[in-house]
T-cell receptor, first 114, second 114 residues
Framework: GAVVSQHPSWVICKSGTSVKIECRSL??????MFWYRQFPKQSLMLMAT?????????EQGVEKDKFLINHASLTLSTLTVTSAHPEDSSFYIC??????????FGPGTRLTVT | QKEVEQNSGPLSVPEGAIASLNCTYS??????FFWYRQYSGKSPELIMS????GDKEDGRFTAQLNKASQYVSLLIRDSQPSDSATYLC??????????????FGTGTRLTIIP
């Protein structure tokens, strides 16, 4: 299957700082990338959808100024959590898809804000 | 609002038996259906996709789709302890071009008892 990587796999940051998470499709060009967040024992929550070269589409309730998404190429999307707070601590997962609409997930990034 | 429903479990199945996981969805125009496996602390892994009515088999896994009943299931034959995980049902709506979002169920936690 298609391979998606994420970096870093885990990060600890102080409250008020910003954190950037990278998502890469390694062996295919992704037409669309997605960012999810998952809290313990809860299901995936879609945060935003991004297409290369265009602005991301955010889900209702997700602050676009706080969660900045850049999709610079068909193989790279980044999520920047700005002015992070402890309540932003979560498991952030990206996924990528091609025209078949199957989504392949990265391994996830565990963010802890202290 | 589109909904995907699964029994949260836990579902306990003896090793070697058949595990049966069920999912219903509310949106009649849904056209693509997926099963993901998620181990604790890990990201989801795509294990099956199904697009037309009937059965689709891949190794020990069989996906079954009944669009008239808005029902999709996953059967795992010869269950192994390594199959213990949360299984997520996901539904995609391709009726709107470019809308590739997946709607996830909350997942069924499966435990295989040795």
């Amino acid at each position: 299957g298609a391979v998606v990587s994420q970096h870093p796999s885990w990060v600890i940051c102080k409250s008020g700082t910003s954190v950037k998470i990278e998502c890469r499709s390694l062996d295919f060009q992704a037409t669309t990338m997605f960012w999810y967040r998952q809290f313990p024992k809860q299901s995936l929550m879609l945060m935003a959808t991004s297409n290369e070269g265009s602005k991301a589409t955010y889900e209702q309730g997700v602050e676009k100024d706080k969660f900045l998404i850049n999709h610079a190429s068909l193989t790279l999307s980044t999520l920047t959590v700005t002015s992070a707070h402890p309540e932003d601590s979560s498991f952030y997962i990206c996924s990528a898809s091609v025209l078949a609409y199957e989504q392949y997930f990265g391994p996830g990034t565990r963010l802890t804000v202290t | 609002q589109k909904e995907v429903e699964q029994n949260s479990g836990p579902l306990s199945v003896p090793e070697g038996a058949i595990a049966s996981l069920n999912c219903t969805y509310s949106d009649r125009v849904s056209q693509s259906f997926f099963w993901y496996r998620q181990y604790s602390g890990k990201s989801p892994e795509l294990i099956m996709s199904i697009y037309s009515n009937g059965d689709k088999e891949d190794g020990r896994f069989t996906a079954q789709l009944n669009k008239a009943s808005q029902y999709v299931s996953l059967l795992i034959r010869d269950s192994q302890p390594s199959d213990s995980a949360t299984y997520l049902c996901a539904v995609n709506d391709r009726s709107n071009f470019g809308n590739e979002k997946l709607t996830f169920g909350t997942g069924t936690r499966l435990t295989i008892i040795p």
